[in-house]
C-alpha cells in the first residue's frame, strides 16, 4: 500500500497535499497534533500529522484471469490426487477444547494444592485459585454457588473440567448482563467519565474503524456540558475523515438510518454532584441512547468502583476500559464486571487513532486473567 505521511499547518492544507499526492480517493489512515519545528515554533503553535494511502487499484482483468486459471488448476490437482484425511483429533468435551494448553499446565501444577482447600470452605478449587490469583473472596464464593448451580451441575470429575465450568459460567453471566443492559438497534453512544479517561480518543478510534475498516456512516455530536468541550482533536478528526462533528444537538435533525451515531461530552469529576445532576438532565435530551461508562484501567480498584457508583444514578449499559497498554492485572477487569453488574463492551490501549480498540470479550478475558496468573501461582505452590 502506498502510505505517506503529511505534516501540515491546519487540516485543510493537509487534506489538499493528500489529494494532490494521492488523488481524491485516498483514505486517512491516522491523524495526529504534533507541535511545531523549529523556528516555527516561535509563531506557529501545534500542526497536524496524517498518514494516508492511495485506494487500492483496480484489479486488472488479465491478472484476474491469470489468477483465475491458476485456482482452477489448483482446484483440478487436488480432484486428481485428493489430500489423504487427516486423523480426526481425539473428540474431547467442548468445554476443555475451550481452554489453552498453558491454563491446563497450571492446573495440574495447582491440583495438589487446591484440592486440599476445596474441602475445608466447600468453595471450587478452580475458584480458590482465581481468589489467588486476585478475584475477591466475595466474589470468589458467589462464582463457586453460580457454577455450582450452572447447567445443574453436574460435579465435575478433574480440576481442568472445573475450570472450564468457571469459565462458562462467567462467560454465561457476562452475555446476561449485555442481554439486560444494552438496547437492541442502533442507539446513539454516548460516552461517559471522570475528565481525561480516554472519552474523546475512544470515539476517535472507533469511528476510524467504522469508517475506514466497516465503510460505515458515523456522526458524531461534541457538545458541551457543564464545562466547554474543549476537544479541537475530534473535530479535526471528523474533518479529515469527512465524517459530520457537530457542536450542538438538534432534535429535529435528520439523521442517516444506519449511521453510527456518538456523543462526546466533556468529563465530569467524580466528585461534582452538581455537575453529576446537569448530566443526567442533559441526556434526557437525546433519543435512544446507550451510556457507557469509560474508565481508565491503570487506576486502583477501590478508585474505579468509587467512580462508578458515582456514575450508577445514570442508566449505564455497560463499561470502556481504556490505558489497557498500562495495566495487566486481569483479575481488576473481573472484579469490576463482578461489582458493577456491567459488562466491559471495549477495551481500548494506547494514544494512537485507530490504534488498539476491540470488543471485549469474555472467554479471551478469562484465559487472560488464568495466563497471567501463571507465574504468580507458581510461586504460591
Ligand atoms: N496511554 C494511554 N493514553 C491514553 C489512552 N486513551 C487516551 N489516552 C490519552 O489520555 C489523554 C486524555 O484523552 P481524552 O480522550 O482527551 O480523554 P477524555 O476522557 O475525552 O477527557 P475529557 O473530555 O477532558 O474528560 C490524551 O492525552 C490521550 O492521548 C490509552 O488507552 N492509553
Ligand atoms: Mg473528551
Known amino acids: 500500500m502506498n502510505v505517506v505521511k503529511i505534516i501540515a499547518d491546519t487540516p485543510q492544507e493537509a487534506l489538499e497535499q493528500i489529494h494532490a499526492e494521492l488523488g481524491p480517493e485516498a483514505v486517512v489512515l491516522n491523524v495526529r497534533q504534533v507541535s511545531a519545528e523549529g523556528m516555527k515554533k516561535l509563531w506557529s503553535g501545534t500542526r497536524v500529522e496524517v498518514m494516508a494511502a492511495a485506494p487500492k487499484p483496480e484489479p486488472d482483468a488479465k491478472a484476474t484471469i491469470k489468477r483465475l486459471n491458476a485456482k482452477i488448476a489448483d482446484l483440478e490437482q487436488q480432484i486428481l490426487h485428493p489430500p489423504r484425511p487427516k486423523p480426526k483429533p481425539e473428540s474431547k468435551p467442548a468445554l476443555k477444547q475451550q481452554l489453552p494448553s498453558k491454563v491446563a499446565e497450571m492446573i495440574q501444577a495447582a491440583k495438589q494444592a487446591a ?135 438538534d432534535p429535529g435533525e435528520e439523521i442517516p438510518e444506519n449511521a453510527l451515531r456518538f456523543i462526546d461530552l466533556p468529563g465530569v469529576s467524580a466528585s461534582d454532584r452538581e455537575a453529576r445532576r446537569a448530566l443526567l438532565e442533559q441526556v434526557k435530551e437525546f433519543p435512544q441512547t446507550e451510556i457507557y461508562l469509560v474508565l481508565n484501567a491503570s487506576y486502583d480498584l477501590g478508585l474505579l468502583l468509587a467512580h462508578a457508583r458515582f456514575f450508577s444514578v445514570l442508566p449505564l449499559s455497560g463499561l470502556i476500559l481504556t490505558h489497557t497498554d498500562e495495566e495487566t492485572r486481569w483479575s481488576k477487569y473481573w472484579n469490576l464486571v463482578l461489582a458493577t453488574q456491567l459488562p466491559i463492551l471495549y477495551l481500548s490501549g494506547g494514544q494512537e487513532i485507530p490504534g488498539d480498540f476491540r470488543p471485549a470479550l469474555p472467554e479471551e478475558m478469562f484465559d487472560q486473567f488464568v495466563e497471567s496468573g501463571r507465574e504468580q501461582m507458581e510461586e504460591t505452590i
Open 115 to 249: 484440592h486440599q482447600d476445596t474441602d475445608a470452605d466447600g468453595i471450587l478449587a478452580a475458584v480458590k485459585i482465581l481468589e489467588k490469583l486476585g478475584l475477591l473472596p466475595s466474589h470468589a464464593r458467589w462464582l463457586s454457588g453460580q457454577a455450582s448451580n450452572f447447567l445443574g451441575f453436574t460435579k465435575p470429575r478433574n480440576l481442568q473440567d472445573e475450570f472450564a465450568l468457571v469459565r462458562e459460567t462467567l462467560s454465561d453471566y457476562w452475555h446476561q448482563l449485555i442481554r439486560r443492559h444494552t438496547k437492541p438497534g442502533n442507539p446513539m453512544r454516548l460516552l461517559v467519565g471522570t475528565p481525561g479517561t480516554g472519552k474523546t480518543t475512544c470515539i476517535c478510534k472507533w469511528m476510524t474503524q467504522a469508517l475506514l475498516r466497516n465503510g460505515q456512516e458515523v456522526c458524531t455530536w461534541r457538545l458541551d456540558g457543564g464545562a466547554p468541550n474543549t476537544a479541537e482533536f475530534l473535530s479535526l478528526h471528523g474533518e479529515l475523515l469527512q465524517a459530520s462533528v457537530e457542536r450542538t444537538w
